[in-house]
C-alpha cells in the first residue's frame, strides 16, 4: 500500500516569513495529493490539492508542487499569520485494486509566532 | 446540507464496554471512511466502505467492525473497549473531485 512521508515534524516561523512542508509517497499510481488544515479540537479542513497532471497550484498565500519524477510533494505558504498556527497534513490518494484510498502523512505542527 | 454528522461528540467508556459511533452523510457519497487520530499522530484508517453493502479493512481494524446497510449511514462498533482505543475518531465522505469532507470528529476515552 500507499506510504506517506511527511517532514518537518514541527516548524516555527515568525510572522510574514515563508513556511514550506515536504511529503514524499511511494505509490507510483497515486494521483491527488490534498493538504489538510487542523486546529486544535477540530476538524481537518482542505486547503489546496493537486493532481498528477498538474505540476504547481496557488490559491492566494498558499502553493503546492509536485514532482511526480521524485515521488515529492511540498505545501508553501508565504506571509505567515499567527492565524495559519495548526497542524498541516498531507495525504496521497489513488486507486488501489478497485478502491480508491487516502493516506495520510503523520502531520506539522506548524508555530507562526507574532 | 448538513454534510458529515457524527454522535456522540464525547463519551468515556469502561474497559470491555461496547459502543457504536454513529455517521451519517447527506451527500449521497458512495465512499465512506473512518479514522482514529491519536493525540499528535496522523490519521489512521480503521475501515471504509465503497457503498451500500461493501465494507473493507484499512489499516487499524482490529478491535471494531463497521456495516453500510445504506448509502447514508456507516456506523463503526467498538466492542470489548480497550484503553488502547482512547482516540479521537473522525468519519468521512468522499465526493466530486476526490475531495474528502471529514465529521466533527468523537472523542472517546476508554478507562
Known amino acids: 500500500g500507499e506510504n506517506v512521508e511527511q517532514h518537518p515534524s514541527t516548524l516555527s516561523v515568525q510572522e510574514g516569513d515563508s513556511a514550506v512542508i515536504k511529503c514524499t509517497y511511494s505509490?507510483?499510481?497515486?494521483?491527488?495529493f490534498p493538504w489538510y488544515k487542523q486546529e486544535l479540537g477540530k476538524r481537518p479542513q482542505l486547503i489546496i490539492d493537486?493532481?498528477?497532471?498538474?505540476g504547481e497550484k496557488k490559491d492566494q498565500r498558499i502553493a503546492v508542487t509536485l514532482n511526480k519524477t521524485a515521488k515529492h510533494f511540498s505545501l508553501h505558504i508565504t506571509e505567515t499569520q499567527p492565524e495559519d498556527s495548526a497542524v498541516y497534513f498531507c495525504?496521497?490518494?489513488?486507486?488501489?485494486?478497485?478502491?480508491?484510498?487516502?493516506?495520510f502523512g503523520k502531520g506539522t505542527l506548524l508555530t507562526v509566532n507574532p | 446540507n448538513a454534510g458529515v454528522t457524527q454522535t456522540p461528540k464525547f463519551r468515556i467508556l469502561k474497559i470491555g464496554q461496547s459502543m457504536t459511533l454513529q455517521c451519517a452523510q447527506d451527500?449521497?457519497?458512495?465512499?465512506m471512511y473512518w479514522y482514529r487520530q491519536d493525540p499528535g499522530m496522523g490519521l489512521k484508517l480503521i475501515y471504509y466502505?465503497?457503498?451500500?453493502?461493501?465494507?473493507d479493512k484499512g489499516e487499524v481494524p482490529n478491535g471494531y467492525n463497521v456495516s453500510r446497510s445504506t448509502t447514508e449511514d456507516f456506523p463503526l462498533r467498538l466492542e470489548l473497549a480497550a484503553p488502547s482505543q482512547t482516540s479521537v475518531y473522525f468519519c468521512a465522505s468522499m465526493g466530486a473531485g476526490n475531495t474528502i469532507y471529514f465529521g466533527e470528529g468523537s472523542w472517546l476515552t476508554v478507562v
Open positions: 495525504a496521497a490518494s489513488g486507486m488501489e485494486g478497485s478502491n480508491y484510498k487516502l493516506t
Open positions: 505509490d507510483s499510481a497515486s494521483n491527488y
Open positions: 493537486i493532481r498528477s497532471n498538474v
Open positions: 466502505s465503497v457503498g451500500a453493502g461493501i465494507t
Open positions: 451527500m449521497n457519497h458512495n465512499y
